[in-house]
């Protein structure tokens, strides 16, 4: 299926944000003292394990290009916010490594993850020392933005610290206990809120005062939320083909994701069946079991009418600073990019 | 022994330091979302493990009352620098807290540490955390030095993790690889950074320019380096009354201390010895004979000279700031403090 014209344009866009954010990205990683800086060079494919180059490029450049798309929408020069996407690029990143050694995942992005390569402490500390380095590039930008920019971003990352733990704490629960709000408030901490902020810095170094920066972060929250929504159905009824992962990879780990707490609370006798299949271990057969339960349970459903809500909200939340929404079409370009990968 | 003047003075300082930067130190853990609070308050000693208040006072607060001093020292008014000396403690906790799931120490300060109540996931999710609420309270300030403070304060997370890594790295190589000099700038970014900085802080709150921080922040480093040598003096004779820790517990970690490197790299038939006992099991015997062996290898002489002569360079550092030593009095004290253990 060829692409949307959407895509099309949002490729392009993302394309474009690395080529003008990645020269920013690399001199600040090319900063840190040398054994922390071959972590780093690892982790975003600059370099291989052995410390030789590698010109694979990795991570889509979602958030830089979010940064840079509401500042443009709000009128302002792009060119002035490279800085700051690229300390929003540190932060995921750095949350990345460290959310990888939390989970033990030991691949990333079809790559041996840090952790995997370098061990625990190395993945740390270099997680550590790109939060610092992140937040080192906002404090020394000399825009008039800066300081109210630092202050959203610790911010962030402290909900996002918040988001993980949630997450790890309904690891640990059994289903039927975790609810659907607690989910939905874990996933706009762990995955809306860096969306949320990335869009609210671009605000800023437009120009914009707090109130407009509020509103770029809600709109950047919900297409979170739809991503984050769109991700979980991806978790069991994408392609294995296009994902790289078995189908009902998230179901075979037992994952809480959106759609499953959809379903485990939905009442329904399909939702007590997904229950009692989950209080076990999840053979194939029982993960095809699992992803049937879901549908039936109504768990595919909402997700995807929640999704499309999600994304309606905000687009108004959005039409509150760009009434006339046309200045915004690139970021509308990557709400829709982020949201449309399963239609 | 009573203690000397300069102990009860430097005493008296730590205890009003704490006294001046714990409510905004309090407030600060308190802004956190729940449960990453709960993991902060226990590990500051403020509550129990069961979430019940604890009046423990933990930590002494050296680097905050190096805050406050050095910006005493230039003229300053240190109320307006309790909030950079809360976040330069909040920056030490957070490396606590991950030093401590890195080394796999179980206990701190005669507590089971936050990894072993909490968990791995926790601690480094509650070190993260702090981090940012750390560089998120310099950046809320709106005092004219929060942005070049933000700035050497990142730089110095840096340069922290630049020292736990060579640290890990140093414990991976056998006795004789590791020099003195690579040992020193280990000590020197592993604990003479923050010290450091600390002082560089206070300078920058008391108006000073990049070239009087840049002063105090050598005096810092320097002071603390000679702080880590008698620490590092501790962990072979200190007197396990007061430690807490067995006679020679460095040793029996075979820990590559700076005592340890000088004897290991001096070329003497006792150097040879230590190298051969550190290549085997640390037995009672074997640290005695390896105590013994570090003294006979001028380890013992060489740390403490040294840290005199690195004494003494701290107060030429601070005489190019302060010539008249006198409203440097404070920071003399806290130095002394630091630093006169052992004698």
């Known amino acids: 299926m060829p692409d949307t014209v959407e895509g099309r344009d949002a490729t392009d866009l ?3 944000t690395r080529s003008a954010v990645d020269p920013e990205l690399r001199s600040a990683v090319a900063s840190l003292p040398g054994s922390l800086r071959r972590v780093a060079m690892y982790h975003f494919g ?3 394990a052995d410390g030789t180059p590698a010109s694979r490029s990795v991570g889509k450049a979602v958030r830089p290009a979010l940064v840079l798309a509401a500042c443009r929408a709000l009128g302002g020069d792009s060119l002035q916010a490279v800085r700051a996407a690229a300390a929003v690029e540190l932060v995921h990143n750095f ?10 995942d030991p691949t990333r992005r079809h790559r041996p993850t840090v952790w995997n390569v370098f061990g625990v402490p190395d993945a740390i500390i270099a997680g550590d020392a790109m939060s610092a380095l992140a937040l080192g590039l906002l404090a020394k930008d000399r825009h008039a933005a800066s300081a109210a920019a630092s202050v959203r971003l610790t911010a962030c990352v402290i909900e996002l610290c918040a988001g993980q733990q949630a997450d790890c704490a309904f690891e640990e629960r059994s289903p039927g206990e975790v609810t659907l709000d607690e989910c939905i408030a874990m996933a706009t901490a762990k995955t809306g809120a860096l969306l949320g902020c990335a869009c609210a810095l671009g ?5 914009a005062g707090e109130e ?4 770029m972060d809600a709109f950047g929250r919900e297409a979170g939320l739809a991503f984050q929504l769109i991700d ?3 978790g069991i009824w994408g392609d294995p083909e296009q994902t790289g992962k078995p189908a009902g990879a998230d179901l075979a780990a037992h994952k809480k994701s959106l759609p499953v707490v959809a379903a485990l609370s939905s009442g329904t006798a399909a939702g007590a069946e997904l229950a009692e299949l989950y209080r076990g271990p999840m053979s194939a057969s029982a993960v095809r079991r699992a992803t049937d339960a879901v549908e039936r349970a109504g768990g595919r459903d909402w997700a995807q009418l929640h999704a499309a809500d999600r994304m309606s909200r905000a687009v108004g939340e959005l039409a509150r600073v760009v009434p006339d929404l046309t200045p915004a079409g690139d970021l509308l370009a990557l709400a829709e990019f982020v949201t449309r990968r399963i239609r």
Chains 1, 2 share one sequence.
């Open 14 to 16: 993302l394309e474009r």
């Open 46 to 48: 600059w370099e291989r």
């Open 212 to 215: 407009k920066a509020a509103a």
């Open 95 to 104: 949350t990345l490594l460290h959310d990888d050694v939390i989970d033990e």
């Open 203 to 207: 605000a800023l170094y437009a120009g």
């Open 232 to 234: 979980d159905l991806i």
